[in-house]
């Protein structure tokens, strides 16, 4: 089955640069990666996704890039700004029993003022 | 806020004790599923439902069971409450399973068994 990894499990980044956060996954037909933000003690939601037949995707500050033939997709965030700091989750759906999101780890995200 | 409603928000519970949690969605979706957070291991799924009385395992299914007797509603039971099942548990919706628009959630539960 679907197997999804994700890395760095911290991230520590100075206000005003990039952070990039990276996921690998091993099903090669799955075919929808979103990206989900969670703020202390809030419930995670859905920042942006891409489809496979798309290799990137820009929402303001923060896009998606995926690549199929490696199989692995990444969040970059410009411009970090402190309401950026949260836990970030990646998935991957999986064409298993009745399409599922299967998620990495997470990955927290600190901004230094 | 997204149709989603978790009841309770907060709940202490003794050991040896069932639980009852509930989600409540006003979307019409299909497919619900609930979840616990513990620290250092994201989201773990436990069970989940496809329609009405249609209900499969997640990889953390031991001591839970649901029921989904209507679309609206998809409940949470802890048979005999244990002290590892104190949590954070996240109910979500989602129209297409993963693909389509991904999940909406909850604002969670937060359970402590004492």
């Known amino acids: 089955g679907e197997n999804v990894e994700q890395h760095p499990s911290t991230l520590s980044v100075q206000e005003g640069d990039s952070a990039v956060i990276k996921c690998t996954y091993s099903?090669?037909?799955?075919?929808?990666f979103p990206w989900y933000k969670q703020e202390l003690g809030k419930r995670p939601q859905l920042i942006i996704d891409?489809?496979?037949n798309v290799g990137e995707k820009k929402d303001q500050r923060i896009a998606v890039t995926l690549n199929k033939t490696a199989k692995h997709f990444s969040l970059h965030i410009t411009e970090t700004q402190p309401e950026d700091s949260a836990v970030y989750f990646c998935?991957?759906?999986?064409?298993?029993?009745?399409?599922?999101?299967?998620w990495g780890a997470g990955t927290k995200l600190i901004i230094k003022p | 806020d997204a149709g989603i409603t978790q009841s309770p928000r907060h709940k202490v519970t003794e050991t040896g004790t069932p639980v009852t949690l509930r989600c409540h969605q006003t979307?019409?979706?299909?497919?619900m599923y609930w979840y616990r957070q513990d620290p250092g291991h994201g989201l773990r799924l436990i069970h989940y439902?496809?329609?009405?009385?249609?209900?499969d395992k997640g990889e953390v299914s031991d001591g839970y069971s649901v029921s989904r007797s209507k679309t609206e509603d998809f409940l949470l039971t802890l048979e005999s409450a244990t002290s590892s099942q104190t949590s954070v548990y996240f109910c979500?919706?989602?129209?297409?399973?993963?693909?389509?628009?991904?999940?909406?959630f909850g604002s969670g539960t937060r359970l402590t068994v004492v």
């Open positions: 979500a919706i989602s129209e297409l399973g993963g693909t389509g628009n991904g999940y909406t």
């Open positions: 979307e019409n979706h299909r497919y």
């Open positions: 439902s496809y329609g009405v009385k249609d209900t």
């Open positions: 099903d090669s037909a799955s075919n929808y």
């Open positions: 891409i489809r496979s």
């Open positions: 998935a991957a759906e999986t064409l298993g029993s009745n399409y599922q999101l299967i």
